[in-house]
């Protein structure tokens, strides 16, 4: 079936250490996604890349790295220079060309930071 | 600033009746919105969208209608079901400024169903 895949589901962190969270879609899409998801806030994007090689920050980029060496996969590296790295992180893609906005999420992974 | 804004942070209705949850946004560029319905520990799935061009737009149970003067969209839900209760995210796009890629989300709304 095709879908998005995020990995680990659940994600238990030190303070001061990196951690990386995996995305791998096969939809044959080009654009891919993060978001973060805290209460009441609603999602807010990260970072997102339209074409491999290529990404660009999204509204809270700060504290956060990706990259973009295979179509099909969007990890994202939670550094420790994020201040607030506790929450559900969200990944997603869709067609990049002709495309109507519709993005197709995987089932998030949730990082807590102890 | 929030660009779009689901000012009501839940709503419960009963079984049957019809559910209508509103969305509201500033960014006038915004022409393109659509509804997620999302339940807990999972990613939000798509349900219904709507172009700047259209008022209504019908989808079996679902229907969203816009009101671009206003800057106002709802999405109503007839008749309400138990399996309809999960927090919705309004979010919208400017397909003119920023391609089809950058979706702008709301904060949710939860929504319960009472049987």
């Known amino acids: 079936d095709g879908g998005i895949t995020q990995s680990p589901k659940y994600l238990f962190r030190k303070e001061g250490q990196n951690v990386t969270l995996s995305c791998e879609q096969n939809?044959?899409?080009?654009?891919m996604y993060w978001y973060r998801q805290d209460p009441g806030q609603g999602l807010r994007l990260i970072y997102y890349?339209?074409?491999?090689?290529?990404?660009q920050k999204g509204d809270i980029a700060e504290g956060y790295s990706v990259s973009r060496e295979k179509k099909e996969s969007f990890p994202l590296t939670v550094t420790s220079a994020q201040k607030n790295p506790t929450a559900f992180y969200l990944c997603?893609?869709?067609?990049?060309?002709?495309?109507?906005?519709?993005?197709?999420f995987g089932e998030g992974s949730r990082l807590t930071v102890l | 600033d929030q660009q779009v804004k689901q000012n009501s942070p839940s709503l419960s209705v009963q079984e049957g009746r019809i559910s209508i949850l509103n969305c509201d946004y500033t960014n006038s560029m915004f022409d393109y919105f659509l509804w997620y319905k999302k339940y807990p520990a999972e990613g939000p799935t798509f349900l219904i969208s709507i172009s700047s061009i259209k008022d209504k737009n019908e989808d079996g149970r679902f229907t969203v209608f816009l009101n671009k003067s206003a800057k106002h969209l709802s999405l109503h839900i007839v008749p309400s079901q138990p399996g309809d209760s999960a927090v919705y995210f309004c979010a919208a796009s400017g397909l003119s400024n920023f391609g089809n890629e950058k979706l702008t989300f709301g904060t949710g709304t939860r929504l319960t169903i009472i049987p």
């Open positions: 890349s339209q074409i491999v090689n290529d990404f």
């Open positions: 939809l044959n899409h080009d654009a």
């Open positions: 997603a893609s869709s067609i990049r060309q002709g495309g109507t906005g519709e993005l197709f």
